[in-house]
């Protein structure tokens, strides 16, 4: 038999010495895709990554790696039409393992041409980043475990890549179902739109804030139950790439409490702006200690309603208990006294301090058509003469009426 040709030798050889360098680089996937993107060479490292040995792939379609969604949507052979355009692109994408795990790849694409120019085929590498991301922060994943709070790391496609065991326990979800998700899973429905928006938003500016300052934020639990949380994000920078660290922490016991504490200062609020009846369609209004916007309104409104609710005509204002008079406190006194009297009522004012009627003239403070008194038992007398006034108004009103009707 006659010899092989020498050059044939040689590319045998260089062919060999090629395969045996990929097959030592177990780190990185290595396919090779013919021109139609149908898997042609399979190295060591792509079986380790992805799982399937090279007779499971070879002639298989490439596609076959990708997410459902990305399939779906023609990811692979948009791929492939980049790489013919511009000979190489890289970018970060999720690839499915044999077994069904998702993993998020670092992936570069090259096209690969003949002497004239022709592409050949494809040469892609895949670098698993879930890997990378664990190799790097080996200390760190320990001190997410001994963390407090939920801490879930998101990358920058907004999809989970580690989630420590407090998030488990917090959402109920394992951290192989949470992995792979987009973050809005852990989201009622109504604010997934809106997240997305700033969660693209963080990543454009990277800073250590705390999510909606001065918002009620609320999470969502596998179960479906939402409950109302607090959120700090740190962003990352691993292995060259972006992510955001996401501290959850569950308030629903504080925001209770503070609910508790709002009720009671409510409480406490109504039983220091008592509204009395103390006779018929007169009211009183025992005003004791600083009289604050919040507490005006709280009055104000508490009087109006008792107004309805007892049709009283004369409401007796008691400032006794209250150490000082400013432009505030008269202003707010004032618009108490305004609105009750769109409601046909009249007002006296009692309890007024020599100082603090000193106070109200230097201040310029123009109490206008309100009636005064000394004393809670004159502002009474008043108001039994205006109710008696009122009446004999209202009869002589009638008698006038009566004459005038057929």
């Not at 023609?74 to 994408?93: I, K, N, Q, V, Y």
């Not at 077994?99 to 096209?111: N, Q």
């Not at 479906?224 to 691993?238: D, H, K, Y």
């Not at 992510?243 to 200062?265: N, P």
Request: hydrophobic fraction near 45%; include cysteine; charge should be negative.
């Amino acid at each position: 038999m006659g010899s092989q040709p020498e050059g044939d030798a040689d590319a045998r050889q260089h062919l060999g010495d090629v395969e045996a360098m990929l097959a030592a680089v177990t780190d990185r996937g290595i396919i090779k895709l013919d021109v139609a993107g149908n898997v042609a060479f399979w190295s060591v490292g792509a079986q380790a990554l992805l799982g399937y040995t090279a007779a499971e792939v070879l002639g298989e379609r490439a596609s076959m790696f990708f997410t459902d969604e990305d399939r779906a949507n023609g990811m692979a052979e948009r791929e492939l039409d980049t790489a013919r355009e511009s000979g190489h692109l890289e970018f970060e994408g999720w690839r499915v393992r044999k077994d069904g795990r998702r993993f998020r790849a670092h992936v570069e694409v090259t096209s690969i041409r003949d002497a004239t120019g022709v592409i050949t085929g494809f040469a892609k590498v895949l670098r698993d980043l879930d890997a990378d991301l664990e190799r790097a922060s080996t200390t760190f994943h320990a001190l997410l475990e001994l963390a407090p709070d939920a801490m879930v790391i998101v990358g920058s496609d907004g999809r989970i890549m580690l989630a420590n065991a407090q998030s488990d326990r917090m959402f109920g979800y394992t951290r192989e179902d949470l992995v792979g998700n987009e973050v809005e899973v852990l989201l009622p429905e109504r604010f997934r739109g809106s997240h997305i928006h700033y969660r693209t938003g963080f990543f454009a500016e990277p800073t250590v804030r705390q999510m909606g300052v001065d918002l009620e934020l609320f999470a969502l639990r596998r179960d479906g139950t939402e409950f109302p949380v607090e959120v700090s994000l740190s962003p990352l920078r691993i292995e060259g790439s972006d992510y955001v660290s996401a501290a959850i922490r569950d308030v629903t016991e504080r925001r209770a409490y503070e609910q508790r504490l709002r009720r009671q200062h409510e409480e406490i609020m109504e039983l220091s702006t008592p509204v009395i009846q103390v006779w018929d369609k007169v009211l009183t209004l025992p005003l004791i200690g600083t009289l604050d916007s919040m507490r005006a309104a709280r009055l104000t409104e508490g009087l109006l309603n008792k107004i309805v609710e007892t049709q009283a005509e004369v409401v007796i204002f008691d400032i006794s208990g209250v150490p000082t008079i400013d432009t505030m406190v008269a202003q707010h006194l004032l618009q108490t006294v305004q609105a009750a009297a769109l409601m046909g009522t009249a007002s006296i004012l009692c309890g007024l301090r020599p100082e603090t009627a000193q106070a109200m003239v230097h201040l310029g403070i123009d109490v206008g058509q309100l009636l005064t008194r000394g004393t809670l038992q004159d502002a009474l007398q008043l108001a039994l003469s205006l109710l008696a006034e009122r009446v004999d108004v209202a009869r002589g009103a009638g008698a006038a009426l009566g004459r005038t009707l057929p």
